[in-house]
């Protein structure tokens, strides 16, 4: 949408005058991100282009510099590693479809169109032709199957260590991919599954050129040759990504020379590097800074949707939560109210269950499951005989990461656990995730990379997903096999109202069942520009999803 000052955005949405209203009223339902505010003027033209967020034509030229809070440098789509590394997938290669979050509607990206058979299982695409992979290689069938098969096949000598991507495309339900001319590529599903046009714009779902894949192997990501708008010039692990338009893009060269993702860990740095202008847009800005920032006079600010969920995982393979009473407990111990106000400075809304606001199978009844009940709470825990008991929080050590670790082990001991709290850098903590052994409770969040129920759901349950195996070991609950029918069930239902109540019951089922997941709040990410950025797409940006090939300064 087209930034607007607070006074007409507020007579724009009727009323909704304060962002706690917009939040409470409008059910996060906005076609477009709301602009928090944009007073003053300023900020240096860098740069003949469209029209965008912001104002004003995009010129030709300038460097623009996003602010990320971290960067491991490697961009397999098989594995994530930080936000900042899945970004820039997002520059550098693009899936068959593509959701802008202007619309939550797949449209044609590398595929310029599809066939969907009969019976629901077979996608056949039909390859957009003048594609041109970084290495100047053009864009065929078999760089797609190439491309699938590196994530489906254990044996594959390009997969990465530890890969998880399959099941963000469908899981062991993907049977089957086909090159079956040099324009036209065929995927097999063993059910149907409606989601599935939407899944394919997943960073995990980018085409990659198969001349590099052959040539890098399992270095992929450490030297990432895509079809996107940008292509891979330089990567500084823990610094800095450089990023290099394509001239041959096939949307059209963007009309930025270059994007820099500078890696900023301090809010306050971030916070001074926005106001100063040497950073132009970033969406890791601390709550806290919000209303000073809107304040500024030469900042736009953004308030996306909140497609977030911000969570505690549990180990069931831990004696301790083996425990559905315990595991109980903790949900029931939590303050979301503390953490939305002191981790989010209020810019939050506390959570139903896994569904977010914006997304199909949301119901607010679901709320009485993320409520703070410490007698509920202690009267499970004492009936699990397990007061006293022992039990370690891991969590990030950036961003609102810390203050939600300590408002949750402020929480669980006073419901009468001991709680050993650790605060870790981002690389070291999805090492101790992957290992089973190593962690007992950690925070997580799960982004919507693809606005669906299901992709979201299905990655974190199925029995066949990594997190379900590695990270709760859920896969082996006795109500696991249930878990798996409604999914698939969920997937296969056609119908909009029918689908989204299938949800709504299997939310009930996880927090009366299964409960390996505590609910503790539903984000956006606060976003900012300086105001001579233009084409800027916040709305994405609201889940972590960077598309610049628009963006650029205002003339």
């Not at 440098?73 to 899945?86: K, M, V």
């Not at 001319?181 to 097999?188: A, C, S, V």
């Not at 450089?242 to 041959?248: K, Y």
Request: proline share 5%; net charge negative.
């Amino acid at each position: 949408m087209d930034g607007y000052t607070c006074d007409e955005l507020c007579k724009r949405q009727s009323g909704l005058l304060t962002r706690r209203n917009f939040l409470r009223l409008s059910g996060f339902g906005l076609a477009g991100a709301a602009l928090l505010g944009a007073t003053g003027c300023g900020g240096e033209r860098r740069g003949v282009g469209d029209r965008g967020e912001g104002g004003g034509s995009a010129q030709r030229g300038g460097t623009l510099v996003f602010g990320v809070d971290a960067i491991q440098g490697n961009f397999d789509p098989g594995i994530f590693a930080t936000f900042g590394d899945w970004m820039a997938i997002d520059c550098i290669a693009r899936g068959l479809t593509h959701i802008d979050y202007r619309s939550t509607e797949p449209q044609p990206a590398l595929a310029e169109s599809w066939k969907i058979s009969d019976d629901g299982r077979v996608y056949t695409f039909r390859l957009r032709d003048g594609v041109t992979f970084h290495d100047g290689n053009p864009l065929t069938a078999e760089d797609c199957r190439r491309s699938f098969l590196r994530l489906m096949d254990e044996n594959d000598p390009s997969r990465p260590e530890g890969t998880y991507a399959i099941a963000e495309l469908g899981g062991e339900n993907v049977k089957e991919v086909r090159a079956v001319d040099e324009r036209t590529f065929e995927i097999t599903l063993g059910e149907p599954d409606v989601a599935f046009l939407a899944r394919l714009s997943n960073p995990n779902g980018v085409i990659l050129s198969a001349a590099a894949i052959d040539k890098y192997g399992d270095r992929i990501g450490n030297n990432l040759v895509g079809a996107g708008p940008f292509k891979l010039v330089d990567a500084q692990a823990g610094q800095k990504v450089t990023l290099e338009a394509f001239e041959d893009y096939w949307e059209g060269r963007p009309p930025l020379d270059r994007v820099v993702l500078q890696v900023l860990p301090d809010p306050q740095a971030l916070t001074s590097a926005l106001q100063s202008g040497q950073v132009q847009a970033s969406n890791f800005l601390p709550y806290s800074s919000v209303d000073r920032l809107k304040n500024s006079g030469n900042l736009r600010l953004y308030e996306p949707k909140p497609y977030i969920d911000i969570f505690i995982e549990m180990n069931v393979s831990v004696p301790l939560l083996s425990d559905l009473r315990v595991r109980q407990a903790i949900n029931y111990a939590i303050d979301r109210k503390s953490i939305i106000d002191e981790a989010f400075a209020g810019l939050a809304k506390e959570p139903a269950y896994m569904v977010s606001p914006p997304e199909l199978g949301y119901d607010e009844s679901l709320e009485k499951y993320s409520t703070q009940d410490m007698d509920r709470a202690r009267k499970l825990l004492k009936e699990a005989r397990a007061e006293g008991e022992r039990v370690s929080l891991l969590s990030q050590n950036i961003l609102f990461w810390p203050k939600v670790g300590q408002i949750v082990t402020s929480n669980l001991e006073e419901l009468g656990l001991k709680v050993e709290a650790q605060y870790l850098d981002s690389g070291t903590l999805a090492s101790r995730k992957a290992d089973p052994k190593a962690h007992e409770l950690f925070t997580e969040q799960r982004s919507a990379f693809v606005p669906d129920p299901d992709n979201k759901l299905s990655p974190l349950l199925a029995s066949d997903s990594f997190v379900a195996q590695n990270f709760t070991v859920s896969h082996k609950l006795p109500i696991q096999k249930e878990i798996d029918r409604r999914l698939v069930e969920a997937r296969q239902e056609t119908d909009p109202q029918k689908r989204a109540q299938m949800y709504v019951s299997l939310q009930r089922l996880l927090a009366e069942k299964q409960m390996v997941r505590a609910m503790v709040a539903y984000i956006f990410t606060p976003t900012a520009t300086t105001l001579d950025v233009t084409g800027f797409n916040a709305d994405a940006l609201g889940t972590y999803r960077l598309f610049l090939e628009k963006t650029g300064f205002s003339g």
